[in-house]
């Protein structure tokens, strides 16, 4: 197993307090690796600590085989980034503002330019203002800036913030391009779990600056199992009799609607049951477990309700 970047018990501190603890990542070359977390998480902080904008108060970060210290810098030629909102100068137009960029870094190949800008969708825009520009091409430009040295690695901080379903659509194809065509690694935070799902090869799941877990998108989905879902009068109740009576593994996703999963009976002993219980039943589902209730559970030890969407 080929890992491009890894951290060993990486720890950071601002205060007494730590922001970041014992952090153990291994991010394998080529892969795509979603980043998920709540805000105040620590997401931003870890990504900052990789292009040693931020140093760890502890712990040892190796990417390529080369373990980061304070002063290492010559790394990061192959590492491109996209850390918050991204600044151009908006009088400039996108061929513009990258001339400037490599002008600044030393590069020399200005026909890159044109390479990265129809890689990231520009191409036919060029000539364009950036103040011209939406969200969405703001970020194709942020990206054609990191990529433009042809960097094997990229840090992306929730790229898709902001972005309209379509764009969100672009970009994960782009993503995808990069890692596909290019061979990019590229390691990607976001808010929206539904599109780590859909690009993501491995996830880690960053909670209160600790890495509570590390898993492949396919290990993932075997523990994936079906689930039931149920709409009834009283959860509470319904709860306590399916456990008792059936085993199952019964969670109160909702005010109304409870989600069971370890099922060993068929749904209709479990709902007749309910029913002769005195527990009316508006709803019942069988689907698959999504990302974002796996992670919704996993950050909350396993107690879910509405609001918890909303993080």
């Not at 040693?52 to 590492?79: A, C, F, M, R, W």
Request: hydrophobic share 40%; proline share 3%; aromatic share 6%.
């Amino acid at each position: 197993m080929t890992y491009i970047i890894q951290t060993h018990q990486l720890t950071k501190r601002f205060t007494l307090d730590p922001v970041i603890t014992n952090v153990n990542m291994n991010i394998k070359e080529g892969e795509i690796y979603g980043f998920l977390g709540p805000n105040g998480a620590g997401k931003t902080t870890i990504m900052k600590m990789i292009l040693n904008l931020v140093k760890p108060t502890s712990g040892e970060i190796i990417i390529q085989n080369e373990q980061i210290t304070k002063d290492s810098y010559h790394y990061l030629k192959d590492i491109g980034s996209l850390i918050e909102y991204p600044v151009f100068y908006d009088n400039l137009t996108a061929y513009q503002n990258l001339q400037l960029h490599c002008a600044y870094i030393g590069y020399k190949d200005h026909n890159r330019i044109v390479k990265v800008l129809e890689i990231v969708g520009l191409r036919e825009i060029e000539k364009k203002k950036v103040k011209e520009f939406s969200l969405g091409m703001r970020q194709r430009l942020a990206i054609a800036r990191a990529i433009v040295t042809k960097p094997k690695i990229l840090i992306l901080d929730e790229p898709v913030n902001g972005l309209d379903p379509i764009g969100i659509k672009e970009m994960r194809e782009l993503f995808i391009k990069l890692k596909k065509q290019y061979g990019m690694t590229i390691i990607i935070s976001s808010h929206i779990v539904s599109e780590i799902e859909s690009i993501a090869d491995t996830i880690g799941i960053l909670h209160h600056g600790k890495l509570i877990e590390e898993i492949t998108m396919t290990e993932l989905r075997k523990l994936q199992q079906p689930m039931i879902e149920m709409v009834v009068s009283d959860t509470d109740k319904a709860k306590r009799l399916l456990e008792e009576a059936f085993g199952a593994k019964v969670q109160i996703f909702s005010e109304k609607t409870l989600q069971i999963t370890k099922i060993n009976e068929k749904t209709t002993s479990m709902t007749k049951h309910l029913i002769l219980n005195g527990v009316d039943i508006e709803k019942v589902e069988i689907r698959q477990q999504t990302l974002e209730e796996y992670f919704v559970r996993r950050i909350n030890g396993g107690i879910t309700n509405a609001a918890d969407h909303e993080a």
